[in-house]
Every structure is written in structure tokens, then in C-alpha cells.
């Protein structure tokens, strides 16, 4: 179909006419984005305490990231993994060296076994296939409220209704009991479970954390009963929530653990690595053929390089304990609850969230819902601290009406 000549571009009307619909779009056209800060077609400027659903840990264009991705696009932009290459071997050994230091060896070795995605959805689809293939069993467990992507694996560990029941039937064997229930745990897990999937801290969920005893009595239980334990760490891992990963926090050591949006530093990229003690696919079962291009590579081991350098799992702790303060002092009867650690923070209210979320467009701030009444803030973690307050503002003056 062509455009009638004098009709004005219209992005917002052609997405409208041509996209699938499966996701809810804002009414605004974002241009450009610099740091911490999104432009929308008419110039106004947003606060990202979105970092893109947490892509975005260094924010916007960051100028270490940019170099390399500009470097790799004019060498090689892809090949697939089915021949070595340099820059994908780095991003590799640069991988297993950034897990290290939250993760030391244990008796299955280290997480040292890497199968790359384009997607955190596809890195959840691996560790799958990676558990039914090594342990020979067909169950899952899972948790209610949990959030894994939208592939028929990863929708079928993932718990939220509608999502799902509009889609069975989904992937047989996946059995989903309370989030940081440990006897519904042990109850549940037995000699045909596979794996167990787990997220640190739910985010889609609402930003729920799971207590120390839960988590570390997940993987007692994993490791009697011959299960794998899966850490999602999609949302929570590169310094978020003030480490490394949020398995740090609570001494958990994962057999396999899934990583994907602030891992390729704003190019698809997805992950799953697991312990070496546990061995490899055999050849021709698993692979994509955008995993490990070296443009993602690039970006990626840029993006952990920055992590380390500009020391931003500190400053994510940081950032968060004193903003987690000031949210918790807020008076305003609208508030529940206030949750999170680091950058990664949840405000859960008495009302819908939407409109809490638009009138913080209309202020200059583009936060995220977590389910329907949460209001999730995930900001880059270099966010400069007035845009931080500015945000802060707008939050209370929308939250206090
Ligand atoms: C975003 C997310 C996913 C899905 O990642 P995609 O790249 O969107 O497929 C899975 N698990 C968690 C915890 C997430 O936050």
C-alpha cells in the first residue's frame, strides 16, 4: 500500500497499522536517547528509570560501547559460532572471568560452560534443553509470579495466567508452586525434576527477593534430589542490584545460570552457562545462528569492561540503599510497600499503575509496571545523581495526589 504523497510521516500511526499488537505502546515517538536521557519527536526529554526494561545498565550511547561496536561493525559484523573467532573467544574468557568473582568453583567445577543467544528467552530455551539433556529427567519446577520470556519453554516456566492459558497447550512437565514456600518446594521436586527455575528477585512479578533461607534451602534440595538449579538472572545480573549477580547476596551457587538484556550492551544477546563439571551438548543439539556474533561480543565484553572500571555494582548499591530511603519515607496513602536492592526497586501501590505511569511521562520520567499495581524503577546504573533526583520529585508529586 503507498502513502497518499502529502501525508506526514507518522511513525506512531504506521506502528499502529502494522504491528502485531503484541506489545502496549506508549503514545510518544522516542527519537534518540543520550545517558540517562530519552527524546521523544518533539524534543521533550524522559529520565530513563527504565534502562530500556534494564538493558540499558550503562544507559544510553555510552562512548566505550559505541567505539566497540563501531570497531567490530567495520571487521566483522557476524559468524557463527560454527567457526572460532577472536573477538567471540575474548568475550568468552571475559565471561567466565566476570562470573568468577561472585561465583567460585565448587565440586561441578565452574561456571565456565557458555551457550550464547539472541535473546534472554532463547538463553532460557538452552538451560532447558541443557537440563532434560543432562539429567535425563522431563520435569520443571517454578514459581508463581515468575518471569522467564515468551518462547513456548520459557512461557512455560514463566507463571502468570492470561499469558499462558491463551497459549496451551505449553511445553508438558512444568509444575509451579509459591515463591519462597521451601516446604512447597519439597514437596514438588523429586527424582524426575530436571531443574529448577528461579529468579533472585521476580521482576516482572513485582520485585520480589527471595529470603536467604528459600534460596539456599532451592539448592540444598536441587543438589539431594539430582536437579538442576537454574538462576534467571536475566534482570538482576551485571551489578543491578549492587553485585556482580543477585545470587551473591544470598550465597547461591547455580548450576546453570541465564543471562541476557545488559549483557550485550544493547545488542540482542543472551546466555546460558553452566558449571564444566556437568559437560557439554553433544555436537548438532543445540545453536542459532546469531549466537556469539562477534558484534554482540564486542559490545558485551565493552559492556563488562565498564562494570569493573567505573566500579557500577557500587555505585548501584549505592544509589539504591539512598533511594530506597527516601521512596520508604514518602508519605503518600497510595504506598503499600517499597522493595528492592540496588537499582532495581519497586514500588507497589493501592491503585492501577498505569496512570500513575502516565503522569510521569507527562513530568519528564519513563518508569515500568511490574504486574498491575507495582511501579518498577530500573534505571541506568551510570544515571547522573540530579536526573536521579529529578525523578525522585516527580515520583513524589505524582505519588502524593
Ligand atoms: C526480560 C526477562 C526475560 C526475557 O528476556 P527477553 O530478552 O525479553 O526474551 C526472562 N527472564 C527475566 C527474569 C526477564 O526479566
Not at 571487521?75 to 573467532?85: D, I, K, R, W, Y
Not at 512461557?155 to 511445553?171: I, N
Amino acid at each position: 500500500m503507498t502513502e497518499p504523497r502529502d501525508t506526514p510521516f507518522d511513525p506512531a500511526a504506521i506502528e499502529d497499522r502494522h504491528g502485531s499488537g503484541g506489545v502496549r505502546r506508549r503514545p510518544v515517538t522516542i527519537v534518540r536517547a543520550e545517558g540517562s536521557r530519552l527524546f521523544d519527536a518533539h524534543g521533550k526529554r524522559y529520565v530513563d528509570c527504565a534502562a530500556a526494561h534494564g538493558w540499558a545498565a550503562l544507559g544510553h550511547g555510552h562512548p566505550t560501547v559505541t567505539d566497540a561496536i563501531r570497531a567490530q561493525a567495520g571487521t566483522l559484523v557476524m559468524h557463527t559460532e560454527s567457526a572460532p573467532n577472536d573477538t567471540r573467544a575474548r568475550w568468552f574468557a571475559a565471561l567466565v572471568n566476570f562470573l568468577r568473582a561472585d561465583f567460585p568453583p565448587n565440586d561441578q567445577g565452574v561456571l565456565s560452560r557458555i551457550q550464547p543467544a539472541n535473546s534472554g528467552a532463547e538463553a532460557v530455551e538452552a538451560a532447558l534443553k541443557f537440563a532434560r539433556y543432562h539429567t535425563g529427567r522431563v520435569e520443571f519446577v517454578s514459581f508463581a509470579r515468575g518471569f522467564h520470556g515468551r518462547t513456548f519453554g520459557a512461557l512455560s516456566a514463566t507463571a502468570s495466567g492470561a499469558r499462558r492459558e491463551t497459549f496451551a497447550p505449553l511445553v508438558p512437565g512444568f509444575v509451579h508452586v509459591p515463591f519462597d514456600d521451601l516446604a512447597a518446594v519439597e514437596r514438588a521436586v523429586g527424582d524426575r525434576t530436571a531443574g529448577v527455575v528461579v529468579e533472585i528477585i521476580q521482576g516482572e512479578g513485582g520485585v520480589h527477593e527471595g529470603s536467604t533461607p528459600f534460596l539456599q534451602g532451592l539448592q540444598r534440595c536441587c543438589r539431594e534430589r539430582g536437579a538442576l538449579l537454574i538462576v534467571d538472572e536475566i534482570q538482576t545480573g551485571f551489578c543491578r542490584t549492587g553485585r556482580r549477580f543477585a545470587s551473591a547476596w544470598h550465597e547461591v551457587a547455580p548450576d546453570v545460570i541465564v543471562l541476557g538484556k545488559a549483557l550485550g550492551g544493547g545488542i540482542p544477546m543472551g546466555a546460558a552457562v553452566w558449571r564444566d563439571g556437568l559437560g557439554t551438548f553433544e555436537s548438532g543439539f543445540h545453536g542459532s545462528t546469531f549466537a556469539g556474533a562477534p558484534l554482540a561480543c564486542a559490545a558485551s565484553l565493552a559492556t563488562m569492561d565498564v562494570l569493573q572500571r567505573e566500579r557500577l555494582a557500587d555505585r548501584a548499591a549505592r544509589l539504591g540503599t539512598a533511594l530506597l530511603a527516601d521512596l520508604r519515607a514518602l508519605e503518600a496513602p497510595i504506598i503499600r510497600a517499597v522493595r528492592g536492592r540496588g537499582l532495581m526497586i519497586g514500588i507497589e501501590l493501592k491503585q492501577k499503575v498505569g496512570p500513575i505511569l502516565a503522569q510521569l511521562m507527562d513530568r519528564g520520567v519513563w518508569a515500568l509496571p511490574a504486574g498491575l499495581n507495582v511501579l518498577r524503577l530500573l534505571p541506568p546504573l551510570t544515571i547522573p545523581e540530579d536526573d536521579l533526583a529529578f525523578a525522585l520529585t516527580a515520583i513524589r508529586e505524582t505519588l502524593a495526589q
